[in-house]
């Protein structure tokens, strides 16, 4: 039976309200009362992981949604933590625990949780498409997705291995439409060629797309004072023809209630809409960290195959998400990076300060330091995987 999207709004469990400032804190008197009024305005789709919220999150929505609510009143996704499953094994442990955790029968969506070039190695290795086949044979889910933060040329490449999959999650937002280091147009342009809908993760860039320079804000304000600075960035994903459903975590009454205004009676971005916006990308590029514009004349010179500008890319919105986001936001930067190590590119660490790259750079930037005071330092040394064990205990 084909499945009723509704309204094309989804409840994010990445970012769930929560006591005391600590992930493990669900305020479930706060999440209840946003799901009833999510629920009372029509809106079905909810969306977590088993790594969420210290792997509370979908604990959490069985509690609040699932366990309250009928089993055919609502939509649940929810992921396979492949880059943290140490055997093929865990496949099945891991399904079983995610039915017991969110209180269901089946899921209506089933993806692959970050797919990337060294996941998608262990996922021939453990036969994971054929199981997640098997699975949904049997009735535990309905659609089979993935989530990524790759490139086009390989989502285009698994697309293609794989017709089976039936959807794709992408970061979209319009501050990484264009962004060299994430690609978001491509990658929604590669699922649209393979007839795939999207769905859209991080459309408010992790909150920061509504805290962006009070420049840019007043360009939103002067056309529209109603609207808030949120909205835009919900209304330019909303707008895209190829988009299933947009996600939003929302830890805060007041974001379900600005969302749920947005999505309830959506309005597409209008041709003045879409200008302004150009507009404010330029005003929050040009407050970025590393002044690169993405020329690339440097990346044929390094002998290192560094890719410099990306690097670079993902240093500026690391530094923009720091200020005013999740341990979260901030580990998808250290994602995005380790894919790019994965694919064959040189680590910022490889740089042997042969400074071909300097004497070509129109910028005149002083990019053998920024790759080692900066994205060494910081993004090249964060590990994701000790974020995540820090958050809860559990041996995968
Ligand atoms: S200085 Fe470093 S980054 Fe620049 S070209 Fe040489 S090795 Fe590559
Ligand atoms: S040459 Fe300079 S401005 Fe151009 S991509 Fe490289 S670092 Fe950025």
């Not at 946003?34 to 992981?49: C, L």
Request: a negative charge; proline letters at 5%; hydrophobic letters at 35%.
């Amino acid at each position: 039976m084909a499945i009723d999207f509704g309204k094309r709004f989804g409840l994010g469990g990445l970012r769930l309200p929560i006591l005391n400032g600590d992930q493990m804190d669900i305020d479930y008197d706060t999440l209840d009362k946003m799901i009833d009024k999510f629920m009372a305005h029509g809106f079905t789709y909810y969306d977590t992981s088993y790594i969420y919220h210290g792997q509370l999150s979908e604990t959490a929505l069985g509690k609040s949604l699932v366990a309250r609510y009928p089993r055919d009143s609502f939509l649940l996704s929810t992921k396979m933590p492949i880059k943290f499953m140490k055997k093929k094994e865990d496949m099945e442990r891991i399904f079983e625990e995610q039915l017991q955790k969110c209180q269901v029968d089946y899921f209506d969506f089933y993806l692959i949780h970050s797919i990337g070039k060294e996941a998608y190695e262990n996922c021939k290795k453990w036969d994971t498409f054929e199981f997640l086949k098997k699975k949904r044979a049997e009735g535990k889910f309905r659609e089979f997705g993935v989530s990524l933060h790759d490139s086009p040329e390989f989502l285009d490449m698994i697309l293609t291995e794989h017709p089976e999959i039936d959807f794709v999650v992408e970061q979209l937002n319009y501050i990484d439409w264009v962004n060299p280091a994430i690609r978001s147009k491509e990658i929604y342009e590669v699922a649209v060629k393979h007839g795939k809908p999207v769905v859209v993760m991080e459309a408010c860039k992790g909150g920061t797309l509504a805290e962006i320079p009070d420049e840019a804000k007043k360009l939103m304000k002067d056309y529209n004072p109603d609207a808030s600075i949120a909205s835009w960035a919900f209304r330019f994903v909303g707008s895209l023809p190829g988009v299933r459903v947009v996600l939003a975590g929302m830890p805060k009454m007041e974001f379900l209630d600005d969302n749920i205004k947005t999505f309830e009676n959506f309005v597409p971005l209008n041709e003045e809409e879409y200008k302004i916006i150009d507009q404010v990308v330029e005003i929050i590029n040009s407050n970025t960290a590393i002044a690169c514009t993405y020329c690339r004349y440097c990346v044929d010179e390094c002998p290192q195959k560094i890719p410099i500008p990306d690097y670079f890319a993902l240093y500026n919105d690391w530094k923009r998400l720091q200020k005013s986001s999740s341990e979260n936001e901030v580990m998808t930067q250290a994602f995005y990076y380790m894919n790019y190590v994965e694919q064959g590119n040189g680590p910022a660490s490889a740089c042997k300060a042969c400074k071909k790259c300097e004497k070509v750079c129109p910028q005149h930037l002083s990019i053998i330091d920024y790759l080692k005071d900066n994205v060494v330092p910081e993004i090249e040394a964060y590990n994701p995987e000790a974020h995540i064990q820090k958050d809860k205990e559990v041996e995968m």
